[in-house]
T-cell receptor
Framework: DAGVIQSPRHEVTEMGQEVTLRCKPI?????LFWYRQTMMRGLELLIY????????DSGMPEDRFSAKMPNASFSTLKIQPSEPRDSAVYFC????????????FGPGTRLTVL | AQSVTQPDIHITVSEGASLELRCNYS??????LFWYVQSPGQGLQLLLK??????LVQGIKGFEAEFKRSQSSFNLRKPSVHWSDAAEYFC???????????FGGGTRLMVKP
């Protein structure tokens, strides 16, 4: 399997622009997670999907952030409008969804908002 | 609320020396505990995990970790460090039926030749 695939790997945009990050989970995995990594706050869970349904979005910072999972093989994380403080590495991870199942992480998208 | 603390932000060891990275957790129930490693510019890779049973867990790359409930700790160890082990290490606890992870702040390991 190719593992979790994220695109783009790097994104540089200007403040106020819309940004869309993409994730393809490992085939057969039922759960998908979006994390954000910054120097100040470390690794934070943003949102968790199970069977394509958002289950916990308590980590989403504010209404500028939204995430969708239209099918089992694709998810997006959108920031609109983007701000410089959104600059971070965004990771997508997937798992089979059982308690304690291993989460497999993608390589991440490094977002820079100027 | 669940929390994970990694007291050491940076650790430097000589190649061939032993290593112990500390992790303390706070969790109301029996925890699921994980250690992940992140190489520069890469995603996270699972080293090992603990659910129940034997408190000494073996992982990949020669790493092991010991769960101590009385100390709320899950320290990662390796008897002899290799230069390729230089990376950042994250301890995490799983919360909820959905297996959502709460991560510690990470420990950056540097290896001296």
């Amino acid at each position: 399997d190719a593992g979790v695939i994220q695109s783009p790997r790097h994104e540089v945009t200007e403040m106020g622009q819309e940004v869309t990050l993409r994730c393809k989970p490992i085939s057969g995995h039922n759960s998908l997670f979006w994390y954000r990594q910054t120097m100040m706050r470390g690794l934070e869970l943003l949102i968790y999907f199970n069977n394509n349904v958002p289950i916990d979005d308590s980590g989403m910072p504010e209404d500028r952030f939204s995430a969708k999972m239209p099918n089992a093989s694709f998810s997006t994380l959108k920031i609109q409008p983007s701000e410089p403080r959104d600059s971070a590495v965004y990771f997508c991870a997937s798992s089979f969804g059982g308690a304690g199942d291993t989460q497999y992480f993608g390589p991440g998208t490094r977002l820079t908002v100027l | 609320a669940q929390s994970v603390t990694q007291p050491d932000i940076h650790i430097t060891v000589s190649e061939g020396a032993s290593l112990e990275l500390r992790c303390n957790y706070s969790y109301g129930a029996t925890p699921y505990l994980f250690w992940y490693v992140q190489s520069p510019g890469q995603g996270l890779q699972l080293l090992l995990k603990y659910f129940s049973g034997d408190t000494l867990v073996q992982g990949i790359k020669g790493f092991e970790a010991e769960f101590k409930r009385s100390q709320s700790s899950f320290n990662l160890r390796k008897p002899s460090v290799h230069w390729s082990d230089a990376a950042e290490y994250f301890c995490a606890v799983s919360r909820g039926a959905g297996n959502m992870l709460t991560f510690g702040g990470g420990t950056r390991l540097m290896v001296k030749p």
